[in-house]
Nanobody
Framework: QLQLVESGGGLVQPGGSLRLSCVAS????????IGWFRQAPGKERTRVSC???????DYASSVKGRFTISRDNAQNTVYLQMNSLKPEDTAVYYC????????????????WGQGTQVTVSP
């Protein structure tokens, strides 16, 4: 059974950092693109960042320069390092997987984790 589990969320002050982890089980991440998405209360879910199976990355303009996505295929894990956090980064963060090669920004993500809450507040 394909499963994704996020962790690493929490409460942090503005300007602080968090590292989110997305651990896959039941399948090998090597052949999947992985995306990080977030959803704030009353807002639509949006893609924050993604990484292709080849390792190429993409970022939303709102997080570019502050967030870094990376993957460790040996650990079957994808990370999202979030620095210089702002209150507007507060949301539930989800990771999702899409099988196959190609740019991660065009993928249809069909395997989702349960999410982890990130709250940025003084």
């Amino acid at each position: 059974q394909l499963q994704l589990v996020e962790s690493g969320g929490g409460l942090v002050q503005p300007g602080g950092s968090l590292r989110l982890s997305c651990v896959a089980s039941g399948f090998t991440l090597n052949y999947y693109a992985i995306g990080w998405f977030r959803q704030a209360p009353g807002k639509e879910r949006t893609r924050v960042s993604c990484i292709s199976s080849s390792g190429s990355t993409d970022y939303a303009s709102s997080v570019k320069g502050r967030f870094t996505i990376s993957r460790d295929n040996a650990q079957n894990t994808v990370y999202l390092q979030m620095n210089s956090l702002k209150p507007e980064d507060t949301a539930v963060y989800y990771c999702a997987a899409a099988y196959g090669i190609g740019w991660c920004g065009l993928k249809k993500y069909d395997h989702w984790g349960q999410g982890t809450q990130v709250t940025v507040s003084p």
